[in-house]
């Protein structure tokens, strides 16, 4: 049987998470996974609506070691929680916000509750390939939402190919900081199995507004790394001036990991990059639809480049 390791990180002080700005080391991301574990219902279905996306990944590794799946809907409208309760009879809703009011049977988790005290150093748990993680659902704008099923090795060796192709492998620390909601299936591989399976740390606070992203870029160290879209960017740079010093004028790499006009882009922070460099971009993309990639060279910054056309492929295809 084919596993694979719940962390990537190379040892058990290597930092997993940020968070109210302190590090969250891979030693106490395992405490936290392995005591929400024994403390989760017994159902089998778990409707993660955490926010925080440290408390998001927590409980996606908990609900994964104890067998049980998630469920990734696009919304948390009363109709969508009606659907995950037909589809999943036995679903029960992981929160974080004591203001809660989604008519399943819930489990609050609280922010204290994510610094679980250790004794013994936790080992990393081995996962098995074909084990069930989560259901993401489709937005259902031309019909019923459509579960699609994903398993922990097509997610992991997802998660790797594009840390190998965005270069974040290459032995430094890096500190993802996402504006995409870790329940979308966009922001659960770029925010959370990138951080994860990539050896870097995710930022648990969603930055949102230009101000909330240009706090949570400086009060991280390098290198650093912003996950959006290219909707989300292009109204930052239209609303924000400030937003330009931030991703136009600095000296920029971008590179993207996703897929189609959402496709989320991984904007690399650094001050030190050579000129060339900082002139040429590259851009990798493909369809949801489809494990298939192209990548190309892109000339200019900011919104100053060309994109081909995407090559659709045949639909249905694990990414």
Known sequence: MTTFPMLSHPSPDSVVARTDGQAITASRFLADVNALAARLPA???????????????????????????????PSQTPDMVRQLAAFA???FCLHDDAD??????????????????SATQPAIPEIPGDRLMAYVFTSGSTGQPVAHAKTWGAMVRGARATAQRLGLLDGRAWTLVGTLPPQHMFGL?????????????????????????????????????????????????????????????????????????LVPLLFVVEEQIQRDESRKDQEHHGQIQTGRRSRHSVEGRGRRCTRSRHQRGQHGEEV
């Open 100 to 117: 809660c009011d989604v008519a399943l049977p819930r489990f609050f988790y609280a922010a204290a509750d994510d610094r679980t005290p």
């Open 43 to 73: 159902g089998h279905h778990v409707f993660n609506a955490c926010a925080d996306r440290y408390r998001f990944a927590v409980g996606l590794c908990a609900a994964l070691l104890c067998g049980k799946v998630s469920l990734l809907p």
């Open 189 to 261: 591989e770029a925010t959370v199995m990138l951080a994860l399976q990539g050896g870097a740390a995710l930022v648990s606070a969603r930055a949102f507004y230009p101000a909330d992203i240009r706090t949570a870029l400086h009060a991280v160290p390098r290198p650093r790394a912003l996950v959006t879209s290219p909707v989300h960017l292009r109204a930052l740079l239209r609303l924000d001036e400030h937003a330009h010093s931030v991703l136009q004028r600095a000296h920029l790499t971008r590179r993207c990991c996703g897929r189609h006009h």
């Open 89 to 91: 009879p036995d679903v």
